[in-house]
T-cell receptor
Framework: SQTIHQWPATLVQPVGSPLSLECTVE??????LYWYRQAAGRGLQLLFY??????ISSEVPQNLSASRPQDRQFILSSKKLLLSDSGFYLC???????????????FGPGTRLTVL | DAKTTQPPSMDCAEGRAANLPCNHS???????VYWYRQIHSQGPQYIIH???NNETNEMASLIITEDRKSSTLILPHATLRDTAVYYC???????????FGKGTRLSVIA
């Protein structure tokens, strides 16, 4: 069976510091990978998605970036955090070769980031 | 993707069936109805999805009206652990982002 991991679970960082959040998926090959952010009391906002190694699509221009150095590894980074970067960051995966015309996304446990 | 409308909150007695409605009157023919839930401070959990026919799995049943303009998620025997925010989503093409609305906050009461 497939599992998705995220770390760290919680993080408190000062404004202007760098950020690196990691997501890994086990039990599947060449998954689609997604980074979402959920601000307090709000819905999910897609930040990045990737359909393969080195292939990253950005949905929202901001001071965040994403990389996919390995097939099942997805990293979210920032060089300088802003107060507005606080939120719950969620990684998700889906099967790239789904038989149906739609595919189901499965979420990780999330990382709660507080920028002070 | 089609917009969905859900009641903001519902209560359900423990052990009873929880019926969560969702309106998606603008859903297109190739859009699936997906249900997720999010327990406080956890990542969203996939529950079930369907296109036209009713669906059932180990977690829940999904009833979709014949005109596909609305659906109902049924938790047959709600437990306290089912307390969560439930999201109904209409999703079409693969590799597209999920758009979560505000969902329905279900409170299961002992």
């Amino acid at each position: 069976s497939q599992t998705i991991h995220q770390w760290p679970a919680t993080l408190v960082q000062p404004v202007g510091s760098p950020l690196s959040l990691e997501c890994t998926v086990e039990g599947t090959s060449n998954p689609n990978l997604y980074w979402y952010r959920q601000a307090a009391g709000r819905g999910l906002q897609l930040l990045f998605y990737s359909v393969g190694i080195g292939q990253i699509s950005s949905e929202v221009p901001q001071n965040l970036s994403a990389s996919r150095p390995q097939d099942r590894q997805f990293i979210l980074s920032s060089k300088k955090l802003l107060l507005s970067d606080s939120g719950f960051y969620l990684c998700a995966w889906s099967l790239a070769q789904a038989k149906s015309s739609t595919d189901t996304q499965y979420f990780g446990p999330g990382t709660r980031l507080t920028v002070l | 993707d089609a917009k969905t409308t859900q009641p903001p909150s519902m209560d359900c007695a423990e052990g009873r069936a929880a019926n969560l409605p969702c309106n998606h009157s603008t859903i297109s023919g190739n859009e699936y109805v997906y249900w997720y839930r999010q327990i406080h401070s956890q990542g969203p959990q996939y529950i079930i999805h369907g296109l036209k026919n009713n669906e059932t799995n180990e977690m829940a049943s999904l009833i979709i009206t014949e005109d596909r303009k609305s659906s109902t998620l049924i938790l047959p025997h709600a437990t306290l652990r089912d307390t969560a925010v439930y999201y109904c989503i209409a999703m079409g093409l693969r590799n597209t982002p999920l758009v979560f609305g505000k969902g329905t906050r279900l409170s299961v009461i002992a």
